[in-house]
């Protein structure tokens, strides 16, 4: 088939959809430009491509009922949260239909007694933690962004609370999802552990809609603690910070957070969130529990801490200078964007093992330095896992070159080091290719997954895997 007989015959199947579906959603089916091109588009620089079509689902149902329709007609279905991704995720390489699931915004039941709820997808995690507050609950899981659960469930999100209450792998109990036949699958049940079958739940954790769309998550919850001390120590060097992270883990200290903040970064948060942070490696911590324990292990972390050189430390139980802390690094894409205005920006992630931190963090900083990039660096360094804020001016070829030649640099020399191309973000399509130097003979299993699941290659088509 030539490619404009191609592009006919997928015009005809976009057709034959819509018109399936105009008479089922009336006017939250939209064709408008505006509304596509904002549903093919994520927090990236990649190259963005609009969906077909908008439909705003309100039910499973609903969903069922586009994938029904897509199937028969071998149109692609791409599932949309908040569009808050950082890879592509939302995009629509080969046309199709985006099923916008905020719209499904319910928190069906919350079970205190068993530290467990269920919501539909489009709940956000604000919007959860809202709801929970006055039952002393809380979900921990913070990638940032105030993105929607499924969304989070779909990349596998992780973030701040990482050390202490793991990621969405670890706090998703079940999905209910509406599969590429149209099947309406629930994962698992409300069980705490279960070892009856494959583990379904943890397959669809993580697979960013190529395998089916998340509609319902259910999930863990924890007691909100009854005290919260934060801190921020400086200090010398990026390795020293490192060496007392590592140590704070390997001593079992229960640190509920645990952030690098480099320089640059410092720099931008102090005049991006009026801060007044000395200008040097710098490592935001959090613990959790009685006032006196949290209190004594900020203390035991400040000695760690001063071992390595680090310090003052300054700590606080006050929420307010919490609250201010915390929101200057989740601010921290805007605040270096702040530093660099009118260029293009993109943020971009890799993990390591914590004993390897050190030196792939500092193997960044230099590769930037040699390449003359600006590219603030922070990072959940109690899993290894760190971030680096890169810009780039698009009309410059060789900042272009510069940049992109840095970004595969850091990803492969993580994966030498027996890290990971993505701790939290996923892969979409900016990581793909990076996917074989990571898994070697696991990608064909990943394709055979894909292809058993999805044989006709229209749930997120041209993201994780080819095939």
């Known amino acids: 088939m030539t490619a404009t007989a191609a592009d006919r015959h997928r015009r005809t199947g976009v057709e034959a959809v819509l018109g399936a579906l105009k008479p089922l959603f009336g006017e939250r089916l939209s064709t408008a430009p505006a509304v596509r091109e904002q549903h093919g588009r994520d927090v990236t620089w990649?190259?963005?491509?609009?969906?077909?079509?908008?439909?705003?689902?309100?039910?499973?149902?609903?969903?069922?009922?586009?994938?029904?329709?897509?199937?028969?007609?071998?149109?692609?279905?791409?599932?949309?949260?908040?569009?808050?991704?950082?890879?592509?995720?939302?995009?629509?390489?080969?046309?199709?239909?985006?099923?916008?699931l905020s719209q499904m915004d319910r928190i069906l039941e919350v079970n205190a007694d068993d530290l467990d709820c269920r919501v539909e997808a489009g709940v956000t995690r604000k919007a959860l933690n809202a709801h929970l507050r006055d039952r002393g609950l809380f979900f921990p899981i913070d990638p940032g962004a105030d993105a929607s659960l499924g969304g989070m469930a779909a990349t596998r999100a992780s973030g701040t609370n990482a050390v202490r209450y793991g990621t969405m792998r670890e706090n998703v109990l079940n999905v209910t999802a509406v599969m590429a036949s149209g099947q309406i699958v629930k994962t698992a049940s409300r069980a705490k552990k279960s070892s009856a079958g494959y583990d379904l739940t943890r397959l669809m954790v993580g697979s960013e809609g190529t395998l089916g769309v998340i509609t319902e998550v259910g999930l863990r919850l924890y007691g909100v603690p009854a005290a919260i001390v934060a801190g921020v120590c400086p200090f010398p060097s990026v390795e020293a910070a490192c060496r007392a992270t590592i140590a704070t883990i390997q001593m079992g200290v229960p640190v509920a957070r645990i952030e690098l903040v480099d320089e640059e970064h410092v720099r931008a948060f102090n005049a991006y969130a009026k801060l007044d942070l000395a200008v040097t490696p710098t490592l935001f911590v959090e613990f959790h529990g009685t006032p006196a324990f949290a209190a004594e292990q900020a203390d035991l972390f400040g000695a760690i801490a001063a071992g390595e050189g680090g310090g003052p430390f300054r700590s606080s139980p006050r929420e307010e200078e919490r609250a201010k802390l915390w929101q200057a690094r989740h601010d921290a894409l805007w605040a270096a964007k702040a530093m660099r205005p009118g260029k293009d920006v993109f943020a971009t992630d890799v993990c390591v093992p914590i004993s390897r931190l050190a030196d792939s963090v500092s193997a960044t900083q230099a590769a930037l330095k040699a390449a003359n990039l600006y590219g603030p660096i922070v990072g959940h360094v109690g899993d290894g896992n760190f971030h680096v804020v890169l810009f780039c001016d698009r009309n410059d070829p060789d900042e272009v070159a510069r940049v992109k030649a840095f970004y595969e640099a850091m990803i492969l020399n993580a994966i030498a080091m027996g890290g990971t191309c993505t701790g939290e973000h996923g892969v979409g399509m900016g990581k793909m290719r990076f996917l074989e130097a990571e898994h070697g003979p696991g990608l064909e299993v990943m394709r055979q997954i894909k292809r058993a699941l999805d044989p006709l290659n229209i749930m997120n088509p041209g993201k994780i895997v080819a095939v």
Do not use: M, Y
Not at 56 to 69: G, L, M, N, P, Y
């Open 46 to 100: 990649a190259e963005s491509f609009p969906p077909d079509a908008v439909v705003f689902a309100r039910s499973t149902d609903e969903v069922q009922a586009v994938v029904e329709a897509c199937a028969r007609h071998r149109v692609p279905v791409i599932a949309f949260g908040t569009g808050t991704s950082l890879e592509g995720h939302v995009s629509a390489p080969h046309g199709g239909v985006s099923v916008d």
